[in-house]
């Protein structure tokens, strides 16, 4: 059975970091591309980053470069989004999904694309 669990949101002042982790059962994370999504209230759901497999190549909404960086040690089967310099407008509710098909520049935020989702973290940036 396919589950994803995310952990680390929290409380978190303005210019502070956090790190989220996606942590993965009933499969490996090696052959699948992962992504974290976000979905503040009365707002849709948006794509945050994305990591394909087998090449490892990243993907980041410009809302978040250079502050967010994800990454994924199979080892220990986990995807985590690095989280630093937070600012308000990033408090949501964050969900990792899992596509069993093949991403790139133009399909990694698309949420109808990913196959199976974590029930998610809520992260808020406040003072």
């Known amino acids: 059975q396919v589950q994803l669990v995310e952990s680390g949101g929290g409380l978190v002042q303005p210019g502070g970091s956090l790190r989220l982790s996606c942590a993965a059962s009933?499969?490996?994370?090696?052959?699948?591309?992962i992504a974290w999504f976000r979905q503040a209230p009365g707002k849709e759901r948006e794509g945050v980053s994305s990591?394909?497999?087998?090449?490892?190549?990243?993907y980041y909404a410009d809302s978040v470069k250079g502050r967010f960086t994800i990454s994924r040690d199979n080892a220990k089967n986990t995807v985590y989004l690095q989280m630093n310099s937070l600012k308000p407008e990033d408090t949501a509710a964050y969900y990792c999904?899992?596509?069993?098909?093949?991403?790139?520049?133009?399909?990694?935020?698309?949420?109808?694309?990913?196959?199976?989702w974590g029930q998610g973290t809520q992260v808020t940036v406040s003072s």
């Open positions: 999904a899992l596509m069993t098909g093949f991403i790139d520049h133009t399909t990694w935020y698309l949420s109808r694309a990913y196959n199976y």
């Open positions: 009933g499969f490996s994370l090696n052959y699948y591309a």
């Open positions: 990591i394909s497999s087998p090449d490892g190549n990243t």
